[in-house]
């Protein structure tokens, strides 16, 4: 199939019984090709969610458990953890430079209200920037990974492949990806991930872009063998660390066309850009509304392409997403557990 020419026209429902860091190392004059064609106000702004420093300096977050210490926004609760606007600035040669972040007084999806609180950015220990009460993901969304695809060559899909991972499965920045002791073959998927911002449920591809908070960078982390061996792919996509989010959400920024790089160890294995998306982001909006609800927070992996790679304990993982900034874990094996 082509390139899409205007609106694309998914098969109609058919109805019957069946059961089925932030700091970003692009190179001038690439670098912020996003942030030039700014959204539809014109304007780009970035959200960070983190540790209030108070909650860090009285060890608070040990309250909640040691997914919020690493940096896990769902499981854990809302203690302690504080969203906020970054005042930085992007350099002529395309690097980010950390500046201050102004505290709010909440979630920013439903308009900004300062507190006049201000830390600089370095100083702050940084959560994922999202708590979604659903995390969806999609499948084979570039043609550089449907002959590259570890379950198998893979024709072209006419609707977007749409599956879920769990919100516990999200952590932010610097946190480690924790393999499971029975894990085999497990690779890291670097993705452009969306944030939604107003609900959305029966929008069209036009709407669905009005439903559009931001983006993010992602690592839809899979477990090959449990993906081509279990009914489901529940283990294989959403066990616990298996969806780093981060560093912040940005808003305004061109998402049509935004380059997508993963570094393992440092070295580059995917670089893409999401013009090369088969299913734009409102598309996916639009495809994914037919069936649930879209909250404000939730997100949307948009897909990952050509080769993934092997990760393995002691491998470093960073994605990168242009205008959003870094976003780095190591990798580690899960600690046994009593009873497991």
């Known amino acids: 199939m082509g390139r899409r020419a205007g609106r694309r026209r998914f098969p109609p429902i058919r109805r019957s019984c069946s059961r089925s860091n932030s700091r970003s190392t692009f190179p001038p004059g690439k670098a912020?090709?996003?942030?030039?064609?700014?959204?539809r106000d014109g304007a780009v702004t970035a959200y960070v969610r983190y540790l209030a420093p108070d909650a860090a300096k009285h060890g608070d977050a040990a309250k909640h458990g040691d997914a919020a210490v690493s940096g896990d926004a769902a499981v854990s609760g809302d203690g302690g953890a504080r969203w906020g606007v970054v005042e930085d600035e992007v350099l002529a040669d395309g690097t980010i430079e950390d500046g201050i972040v102004e505290e709010l007084a909440a979630p920013p999806f439903g308009g900004e209200v300062r507190t006049g609180n201000r830390t600089r950015l370095d100083e702050l220990h940084l959560l994922a920037p999202a708590t979604p009460s659903k995390v969806i993901a999609v499948g084979l969304n570039y043609r550089s990974h449907l002959d590259n695809s570890p379950i198998g060559t893979r024709p072209e899909p006419t609707v977007p492949p749409l599956f879920a991972k769990l919100p516990s499965s999200v952590v932010g920045p610097g946190a480690s990806i924790e393999i499971p002791p029975d894990a085999e073959v497990v690779h890291a998927e670097g993705e452009v991930v969306v944030v939604i911002g107003r609900a959305a449920r029966h929008v069209s591809p036009e709407e669905a872009g009005d439903r559009v908070f931001g983006v993010t960078a992602g690592?839809?982390?899979?477990?090959?063998?449990?993906?081509?061996?279990?009914?489901?792919?529940?283990?294989?996509?959403?066990?616990?660390?298996?969806?780093?989010?981060?560093p912040r959400i940005v808003t305004g920024a061109a998402w049509e066309d935004l380059r997508l790089r993963t570094r393992l160890n440092g070295e580059v294995v995917q670089d893409a850009r999401?013009?090369?998306?088969?299913?734009?982001?409102?598309?996916?909006?639009?495809?994914?509304?037919?069936y649930f609800t879209?909250?404000?927070?939730?997100?949307?992996?948009t897909g990952t392409p050509g080769k993934t790679s092997a990760i393995a304990p002691g491998d470093r993982v960073e994605v990168e997403v242009e205008g959003v900034g870094v976003?780095?874990?190591?990798?580690?094996v899960e600690s046994p557990k009593d009873g497991t």
């Open 274 to 290: 999401t013009s090369d998306l088969i299913f734009s982001i409102p598309e996916i909006i639009a495809y994914a509304s037919r």
């Open 32 to 39: 912020d090709r996003g942030l030039r064609r700014c959204g």
């Open 294 to 301: 879209l909250l404000p927070g939730d997100v949307i992996y």
């Open 327 to 332: 976003l780095a874990n190591d990798v580690k």
């Open 219 to 246: 690592n839809d982390v899979s477990e090959r063998v449990w993906q081509r061996d279990d009914l489901q792919w529940l283990r294989a996509k959403g066990s616990d660390s298996f969806g780093p989010l981060g």
